[in-house]
């Protein structure tokens, strides 16, 4: 049981530290003129994965959706819309943001997935010969 919960905690403060990361990079991306709301989310999937230690869907859903979360609130804070005073009232305004704005956001949720599930390319370990027949190794 301690390591899931060592192996959660980790994965949270990856998604923590990545999504800090993403939100600066995005910051420091704007005062250029230039406009990446992908990185927030993919970012906060970067940090997941490169602190968790073991694959899981369910944590990649979970990056996932914080992901979306995170992509909606860093919209409403850096381009809030003048009639919309509030949170609340920008969540019902969602459907009216532009197509970019809201693929953007499905792109960092997306990757946030992908990578908060660990989907490594390359394994992180490699099994001997004889892992598979549960044969100990040297």
């Not at 003129?33 to 859903?61: I, K």
């Not at 949720?109 to 004889?130: E, K, Q, T």
Request: glycine share 14%.
């Amino acid at each position: 049981m301690g390591g899931r919960f060592q192996d959660a905690t980790l994965s949270l403060l990856g998604g923590i530290a990545g999504s800090v990361v993403g939100v600066a990079i995005f910051k420091l991306l704007i005062d250029q003129r230039l406009y990446g709301l992908v990185l927030p989310g993919a970012f906060l999937g970067l940090g997941v994965y490169a602190l968790s230690r073991t694959r899981s869907t369910t944590r990649g859903v979970v990056a996932g959706v914080l992901a979306l979360l995170l992509g909606i609130v860093v919209e409403w804070k850096f381009f809030p819309w003048v009639n919309t005073p509030g949170f609340v009232d920008f969540l019902r305004k969602i459907p009216d943001l532009q197509p970019i704005t809201l693929v953007m956001i499905a792109l960092g949720s997306g990757f946030a997935f992908w990578w908060g599930r660990d989907a490594r390319l390359i394994p992180r370990s490699r099994p001997g010969p004889g892992a598979s027949r549960g044969e100990s190794q040297p």
